[in-house]
């Protein structure tokens, strides 16, 4: 079966920190740019951070800037995204996705319905 399979979030206090995974089974993701995207109830769904499909080229959005890194492993077919010194207003469902955009900073910025989606991760970030 072709799928985009995310594990880890949780629940976590201000200030701890979290890591999320991205795999796929029926395919591979080295050929793809991801991206980690979030959705907060009653808003739209917004790109985090995404990586090229050799990770050398990363897009953050400025809210998360030096918190947030995206790594990937292609040997191990993952993609992380390593969430530190997280803020209530991290809380959302996050999802990883997987295309060929034409900048990773496209990718984040204009979020399109992409060849594929995980099947989201909650974060919630609270006391």
């Known amino acids: 079966q072709v799928q985009v399979v995310q594990s880890g979030g949780g629940l976590v206090q201000p200030g701890g920190s979290l890591r999320l995974s991205c795999t796929s089974s029926?395919?591979?993701?080295?050929?793809?740019?991801v991206g980690w995207f979030r959705q907060a109830p009653g808003k739209s769904r917004e790109g985090v951070a995404c990586i090229s499909h050799s990770g050398e080229d990363t897009y953050y959005t400025d809210s998360v800037k030096g918190r947030f890194t995206i790594s990937r492993d292609n040997a191990k077919n993952t993609v992380y995204l390593q969430m530190n010194s997280l803020k209530p207003e991290d809380t959302a469902v996050y999802y990883c996705g997987a295309d060929h955009p034409p900048t990773v900073q496209k990718m984040c910025v204009y979020v399109m319905p992409y060849d594929y989606w995980g099947q989201g991760s909650q974060v919630t970030v609270s006391s």
């Open positions: 029926g395919f591979t993701l080295d050929h793809y740019a």
